[in-house]
């Protein structure tokens, strides 16, 4: 699982999500705390939050996407981090929540050109064999921190006040800015076609990239109807335990469970999932979700009520399949996506969900108010395993293995006919030798045609006397 | 599968008939004169490894920006001290075998040396220095056995002072196979490296055949044989 870390520029990319993961949750907790305890404010302010947090994602990542493509990546994230640091400087003196709301909005603003920068530097700089490992890894990182940030932000406003927090969150956005620029500057090609191209033909080349590709379409397609199935039914939680005969203090331990699953879920994923195919894990990780939030609607409308612990299990396994899906989404984006285009693939990917998060919470309380909260447990999640079972059906194929998909088979016929031995190889070892390039087949070729004086029978010089032709040298 | 198994899988298609050409020398009756004639040639290649080397690591500075030149660069910059001094074992063996230790520096490097070596200094300097981990893939990545120098002391009749650059290489490049395909496995390779890398490595090994049959042919009753 800690195989990524072996690449210095990786290595330096997680240590900055780190820090900075963690100053988000110190700022959030901050962030509400000033607003409903000390500022006294209501639910419109908190709405007003979720709001100036939420349209900057659905609105603006896709056009930061755009730049995160067309500027340097490393001081785009840099200069973010320091712009975010200062806008939370701002947090700490902000006397009003009409301060406050613009202060966040910016830092949001540039939350969205950094996001994409950061994709957009994983996916040039991270072999593809080793991305589901450091998404799991990042995944990992985001449910520590959401874990122990929280708590620490907690601690921080109950011993001082929030102010203290913003003041330790700038801090950490300093650090990871700190840290970040010890990044290699980073260089990546522009295909031809792009050189020139308007800051409006870029988007739409991005949309018009995604579209093209079946894979991206598939995954931002169904990453969208999940979140937004989840969040039909994501707010009406406590509603949910209620239904199930299942007191308040519950609440917090299901977060918690869910958390704890999903941080098993990761370690496991980037310890085991390498051979796994991405859309296999997608598909299959959404089904499981689905299947055991409809177990939980369904005890809901029967009115099951029954032990705590029975929960157990259920809200373990929720938490385990939600990293299959936050795991296997953004990987099957890099390796879809050539380093050019990362930037707004990735942006819009996030963009559309968003938008259906911000639906979605109004839709199921509308729904749960007509015919209860568990009807809405039990339709969503029926719905979110078709959509996991549909991806699972479909589950085309990704990244690596997509250019011996499309190499002729005439190169193992070829190879064949240079008496190479080709029945034997394994399915990985036909991949490679189907997509070897036209120059290399030809020095195969006129290397080839020595094989006949090949004699096998005195032992010294080891490989060419262990080596099967077709299979190399492992 | 990963980088390097990909390669190796690549060079494993072309490495038997190179292997079938080595054996030629090795089993040869003639193995007495055939190896100096091999150490005067591998002089000639092994003395430009470390000015090799050290191109590339200019040229990938050159390629400010470039995370796979970097990673090349990082990996070379490791290396290039280990290879040092190995040309001298070369003429020390030489030296063993009763000849004159400056001849492969009075020597014209043949065409075929050139090709072999400088073919990489053409992808190095004008295309992409990572071409020259596919050279390295087939140079290190394929150790002799430990048996081979005492089978070729026994079939040769020199010294075992004659063999010790074999026996060196048959215990080091163990350990540099391995750092090796680690390095690469570390780099953000793209399937045009990739392709650039089996190229380089399927020309050396061809380049290498090349080299050998010309060994081969220097003897005379190798080349009537032909």
Redesign the interface.
């Known amino acids: 699982m800690i195989a990524p870390l072996r690449h210095r520029t990786f290595r330096v990319l997680f240590s900055g999500q780190l820090v900075s993961n963690l100053g988000d949750w110190l700022d959030y907790l901050a962030l509400v705390v000033l607003i409903a305890y000390v500022w006294h404010r209501g639910p419109g302010s908190l709405a007003a939050l979720a709001v100036v947090i939420a349209i900057p994602w659905a609105v603006a990542a896709p056009f930061a996407g755009v730049l995160a493509d067309r500027w340097p990546k490393r001081p785009v994230m840099v200069a973010c981090d320091l712009a975010r640091a200062a806008l939370v400087v701002g947090l700490v003196f902000a006397p009003s929540i009409w301060v406050l709301l613009p202060l966040v909005f910016g830092k949001t603003l540039f939350s969205t050109a950094f996001a994409p920068a950061e994709q957009a530097t994983i996916r040039a700089t991270v072999p593809e064999d080793d991305l589901l490992a450091a998404n799991s890894l990042s995944q990992l990182a985001t449910q520590v921190t959401k874990v122990v940030g929280p708590a620490l932000g907690g601690l921080i406003v109950g011993l001082s006040s929030p102010r203290v927090a913003f003041a330790v969150d700038a801090a950490t956005f300093v650090v990871s800015a700190l840290i970040l620029s010890r990044l290699p500057r980073l260089a990546v090609e522009r295909p031809e076609e792009e050189e020139g191209a308007s800051f409006l033909g870029q988007l739409r080349e991005g949309f018009a990239f995604i579209a093209r590709r079946r894979a991206l379409a598939l995954a931002i397609g169904s990453i969208s109807a999940a979140v937004f199935l989840v969040f039909t039914f994501d707010t009406l939680s406590p509603l949910a335990l209620r239904a199930l005969g299942l007191g308040p203090s519950l609440l917090g331990l299901s977060i918690s469970g869910i958390g704890l699953g999903a941080v098993v879920g990761a370690v496991a994923i980037g310890s085991f999932g390498r051979r796994v195919q991405p859309f296999a894990l997608l598909g299959a990780s959404k089904a499981i979700a689905g299947v055991l939030v409809a177990v939980i609607g369904v005890a809901a409308v029967v009115g099951v009520h029954s032990a705590p612990a029975v929960w157990i299990p259920v809200v373990l396994g929720i938490g385990v399949a939600s990293a299959g899906v936050l795991v296997s989404f953004p990987t099957i984006i890099q390796l879809e996506t050539p380093p050019n285009m990362m930037g707004r693939v990735s942006a819009t990917a996030s963009a559309v969900p968003t938008v259906l998060q911000m639906i979605a919470p109004l839709i199921g309380a509308v729904i749960a108010s007509a015919v209860g909260v568990g009807w809405v447990l039990l339709g969503s999640g029926s719905a979110l395993a078709v959509v996991g079972a549909v991806v699972f059906a479909i589950r085309p194929r990704v990244g690596a293995a997509a250019p011996a998909e499309k190499a002729p088979p005439e190169r193992l016929l070829a190879l064949a006919a240079l008496g190479l031995p080709i029945a034997g190889v394994s399915g990985e070892q036909r991949a490679v030798l189907e997509a070897l390039s036209e120059d290399e087949l030809r020095v195969v070729d006129d290397v080839g045609r020595r094989l006949a004086t090949a004699t096998p029978d005195v032992v010294a010089h080891e490989v060419p006397r262990q080596t099967d032709p077709a299979k190399g040298g492992e | ?3 390097s ?2 390669l ?17 020398i ?2 040869s009756p003639s193995v007495g004169e055939l190896y100096p004639e091999y150490l005067c040639t591998m002089h000639c290649i092994v003395r430009s490894s470390v000015p090799l080397m050290q191109t590339a690591i200019a040229r990938c500075h050159e390629l ?4 796979v030149a ?1 990673g090349v660069a990082d990996y070379l910059s490791d290396h290039v001290g280990e290879e040092a001094g190995h040309d001298e074992w070369i003429l020390q063996d030489l030296e063993a075998t009763g000849r004159d230790r400056e001849e492969p520096l009075r020597r014209i490097p043949s065409p075929r040396v050139a090709a072999l070596v400088g073919s990489q200094y053409y992808w190095t300097r004008h295309h992409h220095p990572v071409a020259l981990l596919g050279h390295v893939a087939v140079m290190e ?5 430990v ?2 120098a005492r ?1 070729l002391e026994e079939r040769s009749g020199y010294g075992p002072d004659a063999f010790r650059s074999l026996a060196r290489h048959a215990m080091l490049d163990i350990h540099h196979r391995d750092e090796f395909l ?1 390095a690469l ?5 793209a ?1 045009d490296h990739e ?1 650039l890398l ?2 380089s490595a ?2 050396t ?2 380049g290498l ?1 090349g080299v050998f049959e010309e060994i081969l042919e220097r003897i005379p009753l190798h080349a009537a044989a032909r």
């Open positions: 599968m990963t980088a198994k990909r190796r899988q690549k060079i494993g298609l072309a490495l038997p008939a190179f292997g079938a050409t080595a054996w030629r090795w089993d400010d920006g470039d995370p970097a990545g394929y150790p002799p056995s048996e081979l089978l680690e496995d570390r780099l953000p390779l399937p392709t089996g190229v399927l020309h090994i061809e055949i």
